[in-house]
């Protein structure tokens, strides 16, 4: 993860980050062409490639291949929507941030919820409402 980056920036590099959204968008299997034809830049076919089989390789992709030799064809394909994949980063991120820095994190949080967001200020306070709820009933 990259603190530094936005959006899918954070967790791609900005080539992997377009084409992981091209891949989401087309919601079925795409080709090295397709995702070169929909990126509108000048690259090359090997450097969508490289990057299509970097994403399969760190587990983003999965790759079916057909064909043999010079008629040989390559789909790919995410395996897991964009929600899940952010909602999954987001946990590991916030749950690897809470159990290495805890209270600051907690400080931090509340900060940051009330500078940007009151409405999450509410939403944090009826989750812990919530929380002591349950554990009372338990």
Not at 35 to 59: C, F, P
Not at 80 to 85: A, C, G
Not at 90 to 107: C, F, K, W
Not at 117 to 130: A, G, S, V, Y
């Amino acid at each position: 993860m990259k603190l530094s980056g936005e959006g899918l920036n954070r967790f791609f590099g900005p080539l992997e980050a377009r084409i992981m959204e091209i891949v989401w968008e087309e919601e079925d299997e795409v080709s090295i062409k397709k995702v070169l034809a929909l990126l509108h830049e000048e690259l090359s076919v090997n450097t969508i490639m490289t990057v299509l089989n970097r994403l399969t390789e760190k587990g983003h992709l999965v790759k079916t291949s057909s064909g043999k030799g010079r008629n040989k064809a390559s789909t790919f394909r995410a395996v897991q929507r964009k929600e899940q994949f952010i909602e999954e980063q987001t946990r590991h991120v916030t749950e690897g941030l809470v159990q290495e820095y805890g209270q600051m994190v907690v400080n931090h949080f509340f900060d940051a919820f009330e500078q940007t967001d009151p409405e999450l200020m509410r939403l944090m306070e009826e989750r812990i409402r919530q929380w002591k709820r349950d554990k009372d009933e338990v």
